[in-house]
């Protein structure tokens, strides 16, 4: 070895860095070369002057800086975000007692189990549809009704609207439960609300207002209402909302329709305690002879189990029922089981947007990463730093989010599923390596279905589920291809479209076990004639569709061949071994234009955009509404608002659409509520 | 793209220097990068929001990340700075990082960073590969230093180039390994032993003269 080169390798044999051949070579050259031993010496001079260099002692004003603002970046952080400092959980303050109970011998007499509804307002309501739910398993009635009914009294306006409420059977409007929904109790995570780490539903986390939509002031469980009731009914004021979140308590409001008037209560749910309390009111009461003002005061302090929230409504657990008698006794009733309360559509309003991981966050991929956004521009959020993400699912849960990450290589396909809370602080976490990866979609809360391919072969479904290790092969791809992977949402089925390598993509259907992969449209000419063209397509939510059970609905955007539109239609998909085939429905002339970027809301909306060849004409949106297949759907107007779209999305509680535009290579993102057309920047200049 | 879409357009990371980046699995032969088991409780319990934990952390690893930044910076109000922006950093994203964090590579990152930041800032630094005509600061032009020995290798390093400077400190002063540098700083590692050879060379060539003058 020359000393030339000698000198670089001899440094790296100073650092104990040389490899053995390289080692050798060193020790054999300097045990005849002077030059290079003198070199070693002064290498080794320089390690040992390095290691006798002084450490100094830092200046304790670092520490005191640092600490200073690390104080000022947690007192800026909104109270939401606060993830590590859980706020505690605030005691239970029962309501204040009002005497007398006079209200109690009014009504007390009243027969059947709806009559002590309109006593204790909407708890006790609340209480009996537990109690018929627990009657549906076998379990005795619960004695509240004997205990509250003491007091004769005369039936008159209220007597008929107990009648027109008692209804079928004791059958509460808006009481029983979906008929064909899956037992709640099966898996309740599936709808469940967010919850914090420590597993409190979360709803809305700060910024308490006391005052209930119509503008009166609430203190601490009661209303300060006044409901009328003239001798013909009920009347009250008209919330100003279908339903609102006053800090952490959910105002939700019941209406019970009768033969004369629909009667709103109102009820407040606080999920942090899970505390339920009832608005006091009065009523001017006046019926046969009777004359006067009586109050009506709050009874019932409803123990909350869980709350849930599914589509349009609010289903929560009993736990237990204070009420209190007349004369004051008190008097407890077991309640259990699930009740489906609130009828009305019941969906966030729209300023909860503070609140990320409460509801409806915008995510987008930017530059490789997750972002969110919430629904008013606030929050911009940078949820991954790998700059690897390809793609994203978000669960039904609104929580967790699954990616597609690639390996370190920006040609690569997607080499992991990772999954991310968006509740808590932390990494992805990995679920799946695998040689490829596409597309991945959830399945329910726990389980998901990807495209790729595991180790070698071709691509293929695969079968995820989170806290498992390994995953199913599910399915061999037609075509060997497969893209826009989507989960039907009551989980029948898995939809995805294939390339059929003559130009066509064909929409396929296979069951989530793997089993029955099928074309979904029949193919023109029979099952081996010219497969049907779908561009796009997209499940209906299930509960907003009057259909027969184990049928499902999509919208696809089809393109029929022989000219250059793309066409939106709504298709149904019969239940398995029913014979049927699936039954196609136009959504409306669109002539020589196509639909693109087809998205539905959780409430049925259809949207899309529409183009002239490459100009962009507008958006349209369609509500299918229960008659989806019965009917034809109702699109509103072209909508020609913001800048030309290259994806649409409605926003997960359904209240606007999220627009992503671009313009000079970066991509802006914005929300557009399509009855106002209001729109407003969230996200601008993204790369 | 929103939605569930996939993207088509290249990703990009963050210049190759990432905190928590630990995709391959570091080498376990020094102890650097052996995570104490101590010391991953405290980093888990840091991670999870405990502030005494992270106090803790910084209390054990202020002394060697100033030091190690006064070797690259050349100043030592400027590293205790410094010093404060990389825990400040840290902390903020620490909570982004997981199990496989290893705590020391991944600070040492932050403040080479920081340090990297700040030393562009410094107009009267240039950002060249050989600075032969680089006038070494005068011995003793620290008034608080009473090691002239220090004074001398703190000028002595400055006349190296950063990209240099770097990588001998981190190996000689806070004993990385080379593979471990070339992790920390997105780099190979045969590029870190070119880096530290030149730089080692610089150095003492630098040094030489220095203490060739003070002797005359």
Known sequence: MKCAACRPVLSKYVDGEASPAEVRLIEEHIGGCARCTAALTEFRLMRTTFHQAPQRPPDPRIRAGLLKAIDEIEMRRPADDRLRRPAPRQPVRPPPRRAPAIAWSWLGNLAGAAAIILVVGTSFLLVNIGRQQRQAVGTPASTTQAALSTVSVPTQPAAALVAGTAGAAGNIPGAELTPGAPPLAEDPTALAMPRTATGTPVWHMADEKETAPDGHAIQDGQFGYQFTYPANG?????????????????????????????????????????????????????????????????????????????QDRLIYRLNYALITGPGGSDHRAEGDGWASAIRQSFRPAADLAHHPFGYAPALALRGGDLWTVNPDGSNIRQMT????????????????????????????????????????????????????????????????????????????????????????????????????????????????????????????????????????????????????????????????????????????????????????????????????????????????QQARYLTVSPQGQVAYALFKGDAWQGLQTCAMGDGIIIGSGHCGPVIAVGARPSALQWAPDGTHLLVESQASGKFDLQRLDPVTRATAPLMQGSP | MIGSGAMNSGSRGFGGVLPGDAAEAPSATTPAARPEAAEQVLVARARAGDQAAFEEIFDRLQTPVVNYLYRVVGD?????????????????????????????????????????????????????????????????????????????????????????????????????????????????????????????????????????????
Do not use: C
Not at chain 1, 291 to 300: H, L
Not at chain 2, 113 to 126: E, F, G, H, V, Y
Not at chain 2, 177 to 185: D, G, Q, R, T, V
């Open chain 1, 234 to 310: 009920w009347s009250a004021p008209a919330p100003a909302n279908d339903q609102a979140v006053l800090g952490r308590r959910l105002v939700a409001p019941w209406s019970m329709d009768s033969a004369q008037a629909s009667v709103p209560f109102y009820m407040i749910i606080d999920v942090l305690t899970g505390t339920a309390t009832i608005p006091v009111y009065t009523q001017t009461v006046s019926y046969n002879n009777w004359q006067g003002t009586r109050g009506i005061r709050q009874e019932g302090n409803q123990q909350i189990d869980e709350v849930y929230l599914r």
């Open chain 1, 385 to 592: 730093t790998s700059g690897m993400v390809r793609a994203f699912s978000l669960a039904p849960d609104l929580r967790q989010v699954a990616l597609v990450t690639a390996l370190r290589r920006e040609d690569a396909w997607g080499a992991y599923v990772e999954l991310l809370d968006l509740g808590q602080a932390g990494a992805p976490r990995r679920i799946w390596t695998a040689k490829e990866i596409h597309e991945v979609a959830w399945n329910g809360t726990q389980d998901l279905v990807a495209i790729g391919i595991d180790q070698s072969g071709g691509l293929g479904l695969y079968r995820l589920n989170r806290n498992l290790g390994g995953t199913d092969h599910l399915s061999t791809l037609p075509n060997g291809n497969a893209h826009n992977l989507q989960v039907a949402p009551d989980r029948t089925w898995v939809g995805f479209l294939s390339d059929t390598g003559t130009g066509a993509s064909e929409l396929y259907g296979v069951r989530p076990d793997g089993s029955g992969q099928t074309p979904i449209m029949p193919r023109t000419g029979g099952t081996n004639g010219t497969a049907r063209d779908v561009r796009e397509f997209a499940w209906m939510p299930a509960t907003l569709t009057s259909q027969p059970v184990g049928t499902e609905s999509l919208i696809v955007l089809e393109h029929p061949g022989g000219d250059t539109a793309v066409v939106p239609e709504a298709l149904r998909l019969p239940a398995p071994a029913s014979g049927q085939s699936p039954s196609v429905l136009s959504m409306g002339p669109i002539g020589d």
């Open chain 2, 76 to 216: 030592w109000e400027l590293a205790a700075d410094l010093t404060q922006d990389t825990f400040l950093k840290a902390y903020q994203a620490l909570p982004r990082t997981d199990e496989t964090l290893q705590l020391t590579p991944w600070l040492y990152r932050i403040a080479t960073n920081t340090a990297l930041d700040a030393l562009r800032r410094r107009k009267r630094i240039t950002w060249v590969p050989f600075l032969e005509d680089f006038e070494p600061v005068a011995p003793g032009s620290d008034p608080a230093h009473t090691v002239p020995n220090d004074d001398l290798i703190r000028s002595a390093l400055q006349a190296v180039p950063t990209d240099q400077r770097i990588p001998l400190i981190l190996h000689l002063h806070q004993g990385l390994s080379y593979k471990e540098i070339a992790e920390l700083l997105g780099i190979a590692p045969n590029l870190v032993a070119v880096r530290v050879f030149r730089a080692r060379e610089r150095f003492i060539k630098v040094y030489k003269s220095l203490t060739g003058d003070a002797e005359s």
